[in-house]
């Protein structure tokens, strides 16, 4: 399938109802091989602007959807077991959720932007928490997990690099291999972190904690969605999250899986990241509903742009990832498949991938 986001956080601050909401079908995409997975696993979509009117070309899609020029994408989310504090040491559903964001490529954290919801996720007063609690817990998590791992062959590792001439790159890549963590990785975060790697026993503990951090930023990237971003409290809190040096994006995953289900039953017309949305049946529509999807345009999407679950996901893969859009057929003359399918696949793969690497991707 290719990249994996992770969707993480603490309980209740809305992790389901997002993964909810992004791999919910509001739009005709073909069957395909990956479609059946697992409860906490499913396809979300990158909108991009499809090369089909670039190309003056009508094209047929088979892995993706076209519509109005905008080509959606199929990629992988995972929504992870809400994490608490303790959770690298096992508390908690922690085991589960680090043994879930293994595969991961990138993280997309849900936080509580309205501070409604207390560092264990249970419910307080709106704007009594502070959500940069919630992501400097999260680091501090996610640095243990890793360092914990690198600690069981610690010593192991030093002694083989300072007395053969193994690489320790090459050691803690293979160390770390069940964690899509690369080499190149594990080397430009020794680099960053100052350490000569022909002397890691010399490592102190603070040393090797912030290699670890340095791993865990170059392998894992992650962005903020700024979640409840309708309540009252919410402003504030995202522009101090927006200072964190995380992309930001403010967020209500309610009214995004509000909106899909609206244009999955046919009542509205909406493509997943628009500022707007057409109501087609107004007969159809009870008078809450109506209220609330006035309520969605006037204090969400007027007021922020989307609902930002669409732009989460394509920032998590196109930002953070660097990846970029193919288009592969058989014959680049007429853009064509075997099966004379103009444009018939479009996947995202990292920028820098060679025809080699992708035909095996």
Same mark, same amino acid.
């Not at 409604?116 to 996610?142: N, Q, Y």
């Given at each position: 399938?290719?990249?994996?986001?992770?969707?993480?956080?603490?309980?209740?601050?809305?992790?389901?109802?997002?993964?909810?909401?992004?791999?919910?079908?509001?739009?005709?995409?073909?069957?395909?091989?990956?479609?059946?997975?697992?409860?906490?696993?499913?396809?979300?979509?990158?909108?991009?602007?499809?090369?089909?009117?670039?190309?003056?070309?009508?094209?047929?899609?088979?892995?993706?959807?076209?519509?109005?020029?905008?080509?959606?994408?199929?990629?992988?989310?995972?929504?992870?077991?809400?994490?608490?504090?303790?959770?690298?040491?096992?508390?908690?559903?922690?085991?589960?959720?680090?043994?879930?964001?293994?595969?991961?490529?990138? @993280? $997309?954290?849900?936080?509580? !932007?309205?501070?409604?919801?207390?560092? %264990?996720?249970?419910?307080?007063?709106? *704007? =009594?928490?502070?959500?940069?609690?919630?992501?400097?817990?999260?680091?501090?998590?996610?640095?243990?997990?890793?360092?914990?791992?690198?600690?069981?062959?610690?010593?192991?590792?030093?002694?083989?690099?300072?007395?053969?001439?193994?690489?320790?790159?090459?050691?803690?890549?293979?160390?770390?291999?069940?964690?899509?963590?690369?080499?190149?990785?594990?080397?430009?975060?020794?680099?960053?972190?100052?350490?000569?790697?022909?002397?890691?026993?010399?490592?102190?503990?603070?040393?090797?904690?912030?290699?670890?951090?340095?791993?865990?930023?170059?392998?894992?990237?992650? @962005? $903020?969605?700024?979640?409840? !971003?309708?309540?009252?409290?919410?402003? %504030?809190?995202?522009?101090?999250?927006? *200072? =964190?040096?995380?992309?930001?994006?403010?967020?209500?995953?309610?009214?995004?899986?509000?909106?899909?289900?609206?244009?999955?039953?046919?009542?509205?017309?909406?493509?997943?990241?628009?500022?707007?949305?057409?109501?087609?049946?107004?007969?159809?529509?009870?008078?809450?509903?109506?209220?609330?999807?006035?309520?969605?345009?006037?204090?969400?999407?007027?007021?922020?742009?989307?609902?930002?679950?669409?732009?989460?996901?394509?920032?998590?893969?196109?930002?953070?990832?660097?990846?970029?859009?193919?288009?592969?057929?058989?014959?680049?003359?007429?853009?064509?498949?075997?099966?004379?399918?103009?444009?018939?696949?479009?996947?995202?793969?990292?920028?820098?991938?060679?025809?080699?690497?992708?035909? =095996?991707?």
């Amino acid at each position: 399938m290719g990249m994996m986001a992770g969707i993480v956080g603490k309980p209740n601050v809305g992790k389901s109802t997002f993964f909810s909401a992004a791999t919910l079908k509001s739009v005709p995409i073909a069957n395909y091989p990956f479609t059946t997975i697992k409860a906490n696993r499913g396809i979300g979509y990158v909108r991009v602007k499809c090369v089909c009117r670039e190309l003056g070309v009508e094209d047929n899609p088979v892995n993706s959807a076209c519509i109005d020029g905008n080509r959606f994408i199929p990629v992988e989310l995972i929504d992870c077991a809400g994490l608490v504090p303790g959770a690298w040491r096992g508390r908690g559903l922690g085991n589960q959720f680090l043994d879930e964001i293994r595969r991961a490529d990138s @993280l $997309i954290h849900m936080v509580d !932007a309205s501070g409604s919801t207390d560092i %264990e996720g249970g419910g307080c007063p709106p *704007g =009594s928490h502070d959500p940069l609690e919630d992501v400097e817990f999260l680091e501090h998590e996610l640095d243990q997990w890793l360092k914990g791992i690198l600690m069981k062959d610690w010593l192991k590792i030093c002694r083989r690099v300072e007395s053969t001439a193994d690489q320790l790159e090459a050691l803690l890549s293979e160390r770390l291999s069940g964690l899509s963590i690369t080499r190149e990785e594990i080397r430009y975060a020794i680099k960053e972190a100052g350490l000569n790697p022909k002397k890691p026993t010399a490592w102190k503990d603070e040393e090797i904690l912030r290699f670890t951090r340095n791993v865990r930023k170059a392998s894992k990237p992650m @962005l $903020i969605a700024a979640n409840k !971003a309708d309540l009252a409290s919410a402003e %504030e809190n995202i522009n101090r999250l927006k *200072g =964190s040096g995380y992309i930001t994006v403010p967020c209500c995953a309610e009214a995004e899986l509000a909106l899909r289900r609206a244009a999955q039953a046919g009542l509205i017309e909406y493509l997943p990241g628009d500022d707007h949305f057409e109501i087609v049946e107004h007969e159809k529509l009870t008078a809450p509903q109506e209220k609330a999807l006035e309520t969605i345009q006037s204090k969400i999407l007027e007021k922020w742009g989307s609902t930002g679950v669409q732009e989460a996901i394509n920032r998590a893969f196109i930002d953070l990832l660097d990846a970029i859009v193919v288009y592969p057929v058989q014959d680049p003359d007429k853009l064509t498949d075997h099966e004379g399918r103009v444009l018939p696949e479009a996947h995202l793969i990292p920028s820098g991938t060679t025809a080699k690497s992708f035909a =095996s991707y």
